[in-house]
């Protein structure tokens, strides 16, 4: 048989001499998620997201904010690699209302270092205003007793609702591939 390229993986068979190559299944782009309001809402807001390749929507069980959902890759997949959306309500109008982008970044890391566990938190880049989006990007690692994680956070405000995306992955598995489908679901998020 041909030799396995390096986007395959080898199988070998019960005869020990032959290998069958198996081609590794590629990811497949994900399908985006849309949140609308359904007539049992109290509240009418929505958004849509694109997850990375091979993410699957799964609710937390133990909810903390007015709507929340998580996604992450399929069982058996290395852990420590998620999506969460979390919808609030705020009585202020615009990203803005919360202050400029570092200030919100202060915040952000604040409320990080304060958890239980976290040693440090660091900003590995300036946050920064989509302003043709109408958001701000901030971009953390926090490193704590259960290990070093990037946190890559896309913040809205719109229609008296605080959107907040907040993909995590373990800083050692951060490489450019992940970096780009992060950066691209982060993109693809907005309130409807």
């Known amino acids: 048989p041909p030799p396995a390229s390096a986007d395959d993986t080898t199988t070998t068979n019960n005869d020990a001499t032959t290998q069958t190559p198996t081609p590794k299944p590629k990811p497949t782009p994900s399908e985006p998620y849309t949140r609308t309001p359904s007539p049992n809402d109290k509240f009418e807001f929505g958004y849509t997201v694109t997850p990375p390749p091979t993410f699957l929507a799964s609710n937390k069980p133990l909810k903390t904010h007015l709507d929340e959902i998580n996604f992450s890759p399929p069982d058996g997949s290395p852990r ?4 969460g959306i979390t919808v609030d309500p705020v009585r202020i109008s615009k990203i803005r209302d919360f202050g400029t982008p570092e200030e919100v970044a202060a915040r952000v890391v604040t409320a ?23 958001c701000y990007d901030v971009e953390y690692i926090s490193d704590g007793k259960r290990g070093t ?3 890559v956070t896309r913040i809205y405000v719109q229609g008296g609702f605080l959107y907040v995306l907040t993909l995590q992955s373990k800083e050692g598995e951060y490489d450019v591939g992940r970096e780009k489908d992060v950066l691209e679901c982060a993109k693809s998020f907005r309130p409807l």
Request: charged share 35%; no cysteine.
């Open 112 to 134: 990080e270092v304060s958890r239980d566990g976290v040693f440090k938190v660091t900003l590995p880049k300036d946050p920064s205003e989509d302003a043709e989006a109408g």
């Open 80 to 83: 420590g690699y998620t999506l």
């Open 149 to 151: 994680k990037r946190f």
